[in-house]
């Protein structure tokens, strides 16, 4: 059955360092059984914001609850509710896997009746099998230590599990191994991710948080992410031909129509053209036939682009800096990717 308390509750949740705010009044929820991406750029607050939920942080004012018990009322009872595993978590390089998860267990007061049981579980969950599980940790490679933290983060089953920057470091065939263990997770805990990595919290998220400057700036699934930060269509084009009469034709089409981007393929006599609309309405049809007829461009391939999670990204923080007028507040590899 579903629960309907939320595995997570953050209400005007503030962080002072100083006299700077890592975090300023954010507040979102995280439903059982949701496996929800945590985004932001560079010194956003997530950290931060994972730390407080596990009880690691204080937070200078607001409040935090994970499935309804209080964060800062009942820290005892929260360790046993949520597994993190922090940024660069650090691991001790001269015991061997098994050695540490069985260390782990100790410490998260497993039972010993269960512990090699639950030890096996994670290891096979988490795919530290076939002689992994014997090797000494400081001899594996980053993907693996990445799924040691994990299975330790899961290894007490706790109902709501924090990955702080899991991918981080991944390369692509042990990204693709994070997300089929995600899979496997999914359903039985709720998960939530902070990663810098798009296209994989995209592929693994029900649902996303993005934070920027401390705040919460968009929260909910991608489809009603791009209402609000995407709306109208993107189509991208294929066509042999001027790309003046292509533009030509097409306004004729809807005056919404933007030329977005435009390049000519390395091969053929090709261009890639990309054109947006405001209009909500599936233009495709319209736009062939504009482009129907005697010594007019030809299209080899049209179809609609839907914004992406970067894209959502991207346009939720640029948003952001904008209107807090203070770019200089903004991290610096961000900024320059903006001025674009
Ligand atoms: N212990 C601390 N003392 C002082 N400032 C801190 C401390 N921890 C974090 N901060 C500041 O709080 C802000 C938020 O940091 P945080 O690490 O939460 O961001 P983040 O979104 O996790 O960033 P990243 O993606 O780079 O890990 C930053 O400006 C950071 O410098």
């Given at each position: 059955m579903v629960s309907l308390v939320p595995s997570i509750r953050a209400v005007d949740l503030t962080k002072r360092f100083g006299p700077n705010r890592a975090i300023d009044r954010i507040s979102f929820e995280v439903g059982a059984g949701e496996v929800v991406g945590f985004l932001g750029p560079n010194g956003a607050g997530k950290s931060t914001t994972m730390r407080i939920l596990t009880g690691l942080l204080s937070a200078s004012s607001g409040e935090a609850w994970v499935a309804g018990r209080s964060v800062a009322r009942e820290p005892a009872a929260i360790r046993h509710l949520i597994g993190f595993m922090p940024e660069n978590?650090?691991?001790?390089?001269?015991?061997r896997v098994t050695e540490y998860l069985r260390f782990r267990s100790r410490i998260k007061g497993l039972s010993r009746k269960i512990r090699k049981t639950r030890i096996d579980e994670v290891l096979e969950l988490c795919d530290l099998k076939h002689g992994t599980e014997r090797k000494l940790i400081g001899n594996l490679s980053k993907g693996y230590r990445q799924r040691v933290g994990i299975a330790d983060a899961i290894l007490a089953e706790p109902p709501i599990v924090i990955l702080d920057e899991p991918t981080i470091g991944l390369d692509p065939h042990q990204i693709l191994g994070f997300r089929q263990m995600i899979q496997q997770l999914r359903g039985r805990m709720t998960l939530v991710i902070s990663s810098h990595i798009l296209p994989e919290i995209e592929k693994v998220c029900d649902r996303s948080v993005i934070l920027n400057r401390g705040q919460v700036v968009a929260a909910g699934t991608r489809s009603e992410l791009r209402e609000v930060f995407s709306p109208g269509q993107t189509y991208e084009l294929r066509v042999e031909g001027s790309l003046s009469e292509v533009e030509k034709r097409i306004k004729t089409v809807d005056h919404s129509l933007v030329l977005q981007d435009s390049y000519r393929e390395p091969e053929g006599n090709v261009r890639r053209i990309t054109f947006s609309s405001?209009?909500?309405?599936?233009l495709v049809p319209r736009i062939i036939e504009s482009l129907q007829g005697p010594d007019l461009p030809v299209i080899q391939e049209i179809r609609i682009r839907r914004a992406s999670l970067e894209d959502i990204f991207l346009a939720a923080t640029k948003r952001t800096w904008k209107e807090g007028?203070?770019?200089?507040?903004?991290?610096r590899d961000m900024e320059e990717e903006l001025s674009e």
């Open positions: 978590n650090p691991l001790p390089e001269d015991m405001n209009c909500n309405t599936n007028g203070d770019p200089s507040a903004a991290p």
